[in-house]
């Protein structure tokens, strides 16, 4: 019996896993996708209206080129952000498995030389 009351006391400090943030993360990446079709349509709708409003027809692809260029912002934006994230997951002791590994080489076979 003494052995079953500490199985349940295991059990019950057991933290639950967190199941949102597989779902957060998701949501994040589909925003991204959004962000650029949303920008391309408002950059075309910009043209479209500098088209209307000039009666010029190359005033359209400066609109365009705006949607373009808001897409690849919002890229870059997300990749600073991932790569600010990945950069700190490297600074933790489990994840430095690289800097390990090189050390070890270092032990087995001397100074290296190139």
């Not at 500490?6 to 933290?15: K, S, Y």
Request: proline letters at 4%.
């Amino acid at each position: 019996m003494a052995t079953d009351n500490n199985q349940d006391t295991n059990t019950q400090e057991e933290e639950p896993k967190p199941r949102i943030k597989p779902i957060i993360e998701a949501a994040d990446h589909l925003s991204l996708g959004i962000s650029m079709v949303v920008a391309v349509i408002m950059g075309v709708g910009i043209g479209w209206l500098l088209k209307r409003w000039t009666d010029e027809p190359w005033t359209f692809w400066i609109g365009v080129f705006i949607g373009v260029a808001a897409a690849i912002l919002n890229v870059y934006k997300a990749y600073s952000r991932q790569y600010k994230e990945f950069e700190e997951l490297a600074k933790q002791d489990r994840y430095a498995i690289k800097k390990q590994l090189d050390e070890e080489d270092d032990e087995d076979y001397g100074e290296k030389n190139y």
